[in-house]
């Protein structure tokens, strides 16, 4: 398992604390996330395949 790096000198003490106690639960919330979030772009580029320039930007990096 990799190690996180935190700038601590920008990093909210708050968020700090409560990553250091549950990791796991913070790292499982980010993966649901980012599941939701390409879902929804899924989602659009469906609805809307015949408008390709929006969708070129939606796909492209």
């Not at 968020?15 to 929804?40: F, V």
Request: glycine share 2%; charged share 20%; proline share 3%.
């Amino acid at each position: 398992m990799s190690r996180c790096k935190i700038n601590f000198k920008t990093a909210a003490p708050r968020w700090i604390n409560l990553a250091s106690i549950s990791i796991g639960a913070i790292l499982t919330d980010h993966a649901y996330c980012e599941q939701k979030a390409a879902i929804s772009c899924i989602s659009f580029i469906q609805h809307y395949s015949s408008k390709k320039e929006i969708v070129h930007r939606f796909y492209s990096p």
